[in-house]
Every structure is written in structure tokens, then in C-alpha cells.
């Protein structure tokens, strides 16, 4: 395996393990509100947040790489606050890689949570805890298979992206050249046994992850509130 490779995989894992991080912890605040708001802003919200699941990943990284770009909302901040733009850099990348996650690591957690219910909490906060106590306690406990399941669906849906990374990244070597890209560039170029090395270690990894979350959801019971 050539080192640039070995360097794609290596910013694979990065951005892959980054992206988890970052969206477990946003989208669980988010999947609780859903899960149990009665507000009608649910019917946008609740769309809005599976729009990546729908929406052709060129036509997502078309939309972020202008609003990443130095002249885009978001771009053009980072600019005047850093000194250097989003588009075609790491950081530009975690950012798209976050938006276009978002509904892997949502709607896991969304299900558990709808599955562990109110009365729990009910009951928590009668023997006098706080809604974040209760929450820590009692409700993340019981929803630990959706905490798993999104990490590793999250984490795995990263891996493999590549509409978003090519169109917001590029294909700069040690910056921005993902495991994706990598095979795009040998099957281009005619290397199709490089190609197949990244590919096969791909579906053999696609296969465990799938193969775990099966697993994990056989072993572990849904308790209803």
C-alpha cells in the first residue's frame, strides 16, 4: 500500500471518529426534542434533518461548498476570523461531513428515546432529580443501543463518503484525499489493484459494521416507558 494511501485512510479515520464525536453530541438534545415535543415545528424540523438521506450528495456538497466558500455565509466568517477558508480543507470537511451525517446519528437516537418514554423520567424527578439528572441516569442508560447504533451507523456512513468530500474537499494529498476519493483516483488512473485493495477493505469493513449493529440489536431488549 503507497504511503498517500496510507495517509487517505489514516484522514479517513479522523474525520470518521471526528464527526461521531461532534454529532452525539448534538444530536442528542436534538432527538430528545423530537422524540417528545408536541410543537408543530416537528414537521419541519423532523424533514429537515433527513433531507441527506434523499437529497443526491452532489447536489448537498454543490450547497455547502457555497456556503463554505470565501464568499458564503458561514465561509466568509471563518475568513475574516481565521485568515484561511473551509472550502478544500480539513476543517470545511468535519463541518459538511456533520451536516451530512446528521440524520445517521438522529434517528437512532430519536427511536430510543421515543422507546424509553416519559414515565421514567416522571418517576426520577419525583424522588427529586433534575431534568438532567434524570436524563444522565435513567434515561441514557435504557437508550444505550441507540447511542451505539448511531455511532457506528455515523461513524461507517463517514467511511464511505464521497459525493460531499469531492465536491467540499477535493483531492488534496494529507489534507483532503479520503479513502473514496483514493479508489476514484485509481480506477481513473487504471490502477484497479490498488483500487481493489481500498475497495475490499471497505466491504469487509461495511460488512462488520452492519453485522454488529444486527448483533447488538438482537441482544439488547427495548424497555418501554
Known amino acids: 500500500m503507497s504511503p498517500g494511501d496510507l495517509s487517505a485512510i489514516l484522514l479517513t479515520l479522523k474525520l470518521a471518529g471526528a464527526t461521531s464525536i461532534i454529532l452525539i453530541l448534538i444530536a442528542t438534545p ?13 414537521w419541519i424540523i423532523e424533514p429537515a434533518v433527513a433531507l441527506p438521506l434523499v437529497l443526491p450528495p452532489t447536489v448537498l456538497g454543490f450547497y455547502l461548498l457555497i456556503l463554505l466558500g470565501p464568499a458564503g455565509a458561514i465561509g466568509g466568517a471563518w475568513v475574516q476570523l481565521t485568515g484561511e477558508t473551509l472550502a478544500f480543507s480539513f476543517s470545511g470537511l ?16 430519536q427511536t430510543a428515546f421515543q422507546s424509553v418514554g416519559t414515565k421514567h423520567m416522571e418517576a426520577a424527578a419525583t424522588l427529586g ?40 474537499g477535493g483531492n488534496i494529498p494529507d489534507k483532503t484525499r479520503m479513502i473514496s476519493i483514493a ?25 462488520l459494521v452492519l453485522m454488529a449493529v444486527t448483533i447488538l440489536n438482537r441482544r439488547t431488549p427495548v424497555r418501554a416507558g
Not at 436524563?135 to 463518503?161: K, N, Q
Open 30 to 42: 436534538l432527538a430528545w426534542w423530537l422524540a417528545h415535543t408536541p410543537s408543530r415545528l416537528r
Open 94 to 109: 468535519l463541518i459538511a461531513s456533520v451536516i451530512y451525517s446528521l440524520p445517521f446519528a438522529v434517528q437512532p437516537l
Open 129 to 168: 432529580a433534575s431534568p438532567l439528572d434524570a436524563f444522565m441516569t435513567v434515561a441514557s442508560p435504557i437508550a444505550i443501543r441507540g447511542y451505539f447504533t448511531a455511532a457506528v451507523l455515523t461513524f461507517a456512513h463517514t467511511v464511505g463518503e464521497f459525493g460531499v468530500v469531492l465536491m467540499v
Open 183 to 207: 479508489i476514484f483516483e485509481h480506477v481513473e488512473t487504471l490502477s484497479y489493484t490498488e483500487a481493489h485493495r481500498l475497495s475490499i477493505g471497505l466491504l469487509i469493513f461495511s460488512f
